[in-house]
């Protein structure tokens, strides 16, 4: 019997994860329950209140939740429940992002700030940062500068010799989630007096110890996003984590592991935002009978159904393809951009279909579909904009959509295992070269659904337009006109994954089809974006509207879909 698509949701009334090991099940049913326990009332006093979460940081520490998960196996002292893995990280992600980013945003910046460490060969640095989670401290990841942003070449934080074989450093860091409390802070400056490459360091810091000043919290809500500044902080041989080029490495390996984390809180956010909507909406009477009955209100109910299954189905693949990568397989380095770029922006898009809907409902202080609306807003643009991850995506479009090569299956990978090559990617270079298995196959495999063969044509329609109409030298300099083509390439291979993870779990076909109907819309749509934009050619914007397609209409299916909808009404409500 199929799959039904409710099922990959998380309810917490229901939450079990089976296929993780007793200790996995019981930090992530151990975090719910503390969560459940202090209500919703609580949690909304708090995020309208801003009140700093240290009752939660209390319960991580106690718990252990943070050192257990995000320990490496090869810091954990032989402990066997610790280590890196990226499902579980995946489903603390979406577990935290449910109950909203004040609870995520900690264990986010806590991954990022456990990077550069992790990835060093300074084992007396990765022994220190091990106790420090062990004993409940949580990380930072000193990157940012107000004046130069993530532009790492640009860096003010300066280390000067101290004449002793150390340094002293001095420099302010913005925007740095747990910087007010975090015992480990990762942080990236030059060494004053060298040029070149072997100028940039990577070093250990702590905020409790003197010359680590605390500014302000930037930000005017419940998380900590601090602005710190070190004044002659002393920094020893052995707080050095990286220099030179493995500086600049670790610094774009840690962000490759730590956005993955963003689509999970999507999907946990965008989960609990659809249950309030949809429970509300179809409790409410308006003109004598239940707004549900509205057919404007039934389509974007299952519309935004369809695009929160398809973030579900799309991120789960990606951890396959996350967790056996090598480096002779780095296909992750494109479907990581894509779970950071695409997903995020769907659950803004569906969160704000449902405030669509929901209306004035979506902006009072007593419901959590306001915090989701709000936090939705924030994941497309942390760990670098949709524009810079687009960017990203387009290095490897030449290679996935014409040279592909024969590849053994991706397994799905929920064992119990330690990720460490995530913690040894090496370089970041050579993404040009990158091969994938050929997409085509994952289309064909589905081309008996509706929806999904008329999203193969489109696709098949893209292939030719890059073979007969590519962009030309100037437009390959026009980056407003190579992103809306990159909006179309991500499309197909969000499509990809998608439909491989649908016949992994073996989902309703109903529901691959609404999936797909969405996209053909989008595809559609991202079509005429691009025929308008000004450097499009003749041939290009005749080859866009002849790209466009209606998605099969079937009213039945409509109706079977609206009927899975309808039935969460009432599957959960937060207790109080």
Not at 173 to 185: D, F, H, Q, R
Not at 204 to 223: E, F, I, K, L, R
Not at 444 to 466: D, G
């Amino acid at each position: 019997m199929p799959t039904s698509a409710a099922s990959l949701l998380l309810n917490p009334t229901t939450y079990d994860p089976a296929h993780y090991d007793d200790e996995t099940r019981r930090i992530l049913r151990a975090t719910i329950d503390h969560l459940e326990d202090r209500g919703l009332s609580q949690l909304l006093e708090d995020y309208h209140g801003k009140q700093w979460y240290a009752d939660f940081l209390e319960f991580v520490a106690k718990e252990k939740v943070f050192a257990t998960f995000l320990t490496p196996a090869r810091d954990a002292d032989g402990e066997q429940d610790k280590r890196w893995d990226t499902a579980r990280v995946a489903a603390m992600s979406e577990v935290l992002g449910f109950y909203g980013l004040s609870y995520w945003y900690p264990w986010q910046v806590t991954a990022l700030g456990l990077g550069p460490v992790w990835q060093s060969d300074n084992a007396p640095a990765r022994a220190r940062a091990a106790a420090a989670l062990e004993s409940g401290g949580v990380a930072a990841f000193g990157l940012s500068e107000q004046a130069h942003g993530a532009d790492i070449y640009s860096t003010d934080m300066v280390l000067t010799a101290d004449g002793e074989g150390g340094y002293t450093a001095n420099g302010g860091k913005y925007y740095i989630g747990n910087g007010n409390c975090a015992t480990v802070v990762s942080v990236f400056g030059r060494i004053d007096g060298v040029e070149g490459p072997d100028q940039y360091v990577f070093f250990y810091a702590d905020s409790t110890q003197p010359g680590y000043h605390v500014v302000q919290n930037v930000v005017p809500n419940q998380n900590y996003v601090s602005e710190f500044r070190l004044e002659d902080y002393p920094v020893s041989t052995e707080d050095i984590l990286h220099t030179g080029e493995d500086a600049f490495s670790a610094a774009l390996n840690t962000v490759n592991v730590g956005k993955f984390n963003l689509c999970f809180g999507a999907i946990g956010l965008t989960t609990h935002g659809f249950y309030e909507s949809i429970r509300h909406a179809h409790h409410r009477v308006l003109y004598g009978k239940p707004v549900t009955d509205m057919p404007h209100i039934k389509a974007s109910f299952i519309e935004s159904y369809a695009r929160l299954i398809a973030m579900k189905l799309f991120s789960d693949r990606a951890i396959d393809y996350f967790r056996t990568a090598s480096p002779e397989d780095r296909r992750y380095l494109l479907f990581n951009p894509v779970t950071k770029m695409k997903v995020t922006t769907e659950g803004e898009r569906v969160m704000i279909a449902l405030g669509d809907i929901v209306a004035a409902k979506g902006f009072e202080k007593d419901n959590f579909i306001g915090v989701a609306k709000f936090d939705t807003t924030c994941l497309p643009r942390l760990e670098g904009t949709v524009a810079v991850n687009l960017a990203l995506v387009l290095k490897f479009m030449p290679a996935y959509l014409f040279l592909p090569e024969d590849k053994a299956a991706v397994p799905t990978r929920q064992d119990a295992a330690d990720d460490d090559f995530l913690f040894r990617q090496g370089p970041t270079r050579g993404l040009g070269k990158v091969r994938f298995h050929d997409w085509r196959q994952a289309y064909a495999a589905a081309s008996s659904i509706p929806n999904v063969e008329l999203f193969t044509e489109q696709a098949e329609a893209f292939v030719e337009l890059l073979s007969t109409s590519a962009p030309d030298d100037e437009q390959q300099k026009d980056l407003d006109f190579l992103l809306a083509l990159g909006e179309l390439f991500t499309l197909i291979v969000y499509g990809q994954l998608i439909l491989e993870q649908a016949a992994i779990v073996d989902l309703e076909p109903d529901v691959v089809d609404t999936i797909f109907g969405v996209l053909v819309r989008d595809f559609s749509a991202g079509a005429i974006a691009m025929h308008g934009k000004s450097g499009s050619t003749p041939a290009q914007q005749e080859w866009a509207l002849g790209a466009v397609r209606k998605p099969d209409v079937d009213e039945g299916l409509a109706a079977r879909m609206w009927a899975q909808v309808v039935d969460l009404a009432d599957v959960y409500s937060m207790t109080p």
